[in-house]
């Protein structure tokens, strides 16, 4: 079993969905947790960071973590198509064992006009 | 804030050459630099960790004799690769975490680099 799942997709929406982004984990000692968007053909640009459980809020973006259940979301919504682009979630354990993320291996989002 | 820039964006060389990458962050300093690599459709593959004025650390399979990296300053690691062949073309992407602050990575926008 790997560290950090993500189901790497695509997943299509229609312009103005609601989308929902998971990953599951492992490892308890992660306490750290980052969302990332890439673009094709470019660098990973941080959307979201968390510190332990609870939900976080940018704009269109909700990011929720529980770590009772070893599980993180991302959820965007009035999705546009300039959304499209691939998804990573990462984590680590920070001061309490290593501040090297892992990454999963991203989710591929389409969103169609 | 925490701009990361690299260059060049894309390299193109001949089997055999070596290409220098270059990676800045140009707004803080950066404690620590990490090297990717990533495939099509794949995720971040980690390379190495790079700390200002030490040695870097190379994970497991990758040849530091062929990847070479270089720390010399809080805003500036360098990526060679050398004696570069067609199986090393691939994306590369550094990162670096922002000084004083969290764990958060933020990455340079990539170097494409094809070997002929």
């Known amino acids: 079993q790997k560290e950090v799942e993500q189901d790497p997709g695509p997943l299509s929406v229609p312009e103005g969905a609601i989308v929902s982004l998971n990953c599951t984990y492992s490892?308890?000692?992660?306490?750290?947790f980052m969302w990332y968007r890439q673009y094709s053909r470019k660098g990973p640009e941080l959307l979201m960071y968390?510190?332990?459980?609870g939900n976080k809020e940018d704009g269109r973006f909700t990011a929720q973590v529980d770590k009772s259940s070893k599980y993180i979301s991302l959820f965007i919504r009035d999705s546009q198509p300039s959304d499209s682009a691939t998804y990573l979630c990462?984590?680590?354990?920070?001061?309490?064992?290593?501040?090297?993320?892992?990454f999963g291996r991203g989710t591929s989002l389409i969103v169609h006009p | 804030g925490a701009v990361v820039s690299q260059h060049p964006s894309w390299v193109i060389c001949k089997s055999g050459t070596s290409v220098k990458i270059e990676c800045r962050s140009l707004?803080?300093?950066?404690?620590?630099m990490f090297w990717y690599r990533q495939f099509p459709k794949q995720s971040l593959m980690l390379m190495a960790t790079?700390?200002?004025?030490?040695?870097?650390?190379?994970e497991q399979g990758v040849e530091k004799d062929k990847f070479l990296i270089n720390h010399a300053s809080l805003t500036l690691s360098t990526l060679t690769v050398t004696s570069a062949h067609p199986e090393d073309s691939s994306f590369y992407i550094c990162?670096?975490?922002?000084?004083?602050?969290?764990?958060?990575?933020?990455f340079g926008p990539g170097t494409r680099l094809t070997v002929l």
């Open positions: 990162s670096a975490i922002y000084r004083g602050g969290t764990d958060t990575q933020y």
């Open positions: 490892n308890s000692a992660f306490q750290y």
């Open positions: 968390t510190y332990s459980s």
């Open positions: 990462a984590m680590s354990a920070g001061s309490g064992g290593s501040y090297i993320p892992t």
């Open positions: 707004d803080f300093q950066a404690t620590t």
């Open positions: 790079s700390n200002e004025g030490s040695k870097a650390t190379y």
